[in-house]
């Protein structure tokens, strides 16, 4: 019998390595991700998948030359839109006492959880260690069955640790923009061979 995860977290990496790849600049490749962020939310919704939670960018991330922290920046307030949009509830989590942080989404770091949605979380100017320092700031969004990354990458690159505490984790070997329907369908699939104890 398939089992689909309730909550599955994102990792898009690779936007820079893809625009290296494509004859872009670097800070060109997060806009071609957003294409696959909202292919990968209505894949999901399809699937009966309740809840998201998209990697946007790091603290760290925010020690990038200033062109690719605009470009990151901006990519995230788009994604916002498409969100709303697609009438899901959004709900932001990161550092907003930052300037790194987009004054734009400041509305959507303290909206209440909305009952019959469909919710994505997204993490903005977000670290595990601001996470930790403010009393576990990330405590509204819930454990994290399945975390999915892109790019090749085999780490979670402080991606919620509490809330992955007991995460499968499966690695994609494409970039992020290079994101097809499949490479979701395969996870998944992937997921309901796993034995799921909780540690029990």
Not at 33 to 54: D, K
Request: charged content about 25%.
């Amino acid at each position: 019998m398939n089992r689909n995860p309730k909550h599955i977290g994102i990792i898009p990496d690779g936007n820079r390595r893809w625009a290296v790849r494509n004859g872009f600049q670097k800070q060109d490749g997060y806009s071609y991700g957003l294409t696959p962020a909202l292919r990968l939310l209505i894949a999901a919704r399809e699937r009966g998948i309740r809840e998201l939670t998209y990697y946007g960018f790091t603290v760290d991330n925010c020690k990038r030359p200033k062109t690719q922290v605009t470009a990151f920046t901006d990519a995230c307030l788009k994604a916002a839109e498409i969100i709303e949009r697609e009438g899901a509830s959004l709900y932001v989590v990161g550092n907003t006492e930052s300037g790194c942080f987009p004054r734009g989404l400041l509305p959507y770091a303290s909206r209440p959880k909305a009952e019959n949605k469909m919710r994505i979380n997204l993490l903005v100017n977000y670290g595990w260690e601001w996470d930790m320092k403010n009393g576990w700031a990330s405590h509204e969004i819930p454990r994290i069955d399945l975390v999915i990354r892109w790019g090749g990458m085999s780490r979670l690159s402080g991606f919620l640790p509490i809330q992955t505490v007991y995460s499968d984790l499966y690695i994609v070997k494409d970039l992020w923009p290079d994101f097809q329907e499949n490479q979701f369908e395969e996870a998944l699939k992937w997921y309901h061979r796993q034995d799921v104890t909780l540690g029990g």
